[in-house]
Nanobody, 120 residues
Framework: VQLQASGGGLVQACGSLRLSCAASGRPFSRYNMGWFRQAPGKEREFVAAIRIGGSTTYADSVKGRFTISRDDAKATVNLEMNSLKPDDTAVYYC???????????????WGQGTEVTVSS
């Protein structure tokens, strides 16, 4: 199983970025997907998850600003990030799971991460 994240970069505060994660190696539509992030010196934290069928859940810190979506035909999961803040600066990881979960330990496959830097 491979997850390939892309779309990170440098953006000014209040700007937007769209992250994508392409999956291969197993039936994408049978797995729940999540986005996590890890800032320097901090633990990896939950950002958003999307269930098989499309239900979503978000961390309070990104609710109303980020939108997670999936395209089962293309085996991709996306994270649309708007109104970005310097606190959103982190490496962002996509992951897959049999569970619709918010904890990293319940995800079994991880992408390599894509770096997002938000300048003030």
């Amino acid at each position: 199983v491979q997850l390939q994240a892309s779309g990170g970069g440098l953006v000014q505060a209040c700007g937007s970025l769209r992250l994508s994660c392409a999956a291969s190696g197993r039936p994408f539509s049978r797995y729940n997907m999540g986005w996590f992030r890890q800032a320097p010196g901090k633990e990896r934290e939950f950002v958003a998850a999307i269930r098989i069928g499309g239900s979503t859940t978000y961390a309070d810190s990104v609710k109303g600003r980020f939108t997670i979506s999936r395209d089962d035909a293309k085996a991709t999961v996306n994270l649309e990030m708007n109104s970005l803040k310097p606190d959103d600066t982190a490496v962002y990881y996509c992951a897959s799971s049999l569970y619709y979960a918010r904890t990293p330990s319940q995800y079994d496959y991880w992408g390599q991460g894509t770096e997002v830097t938000v300048s003030s």
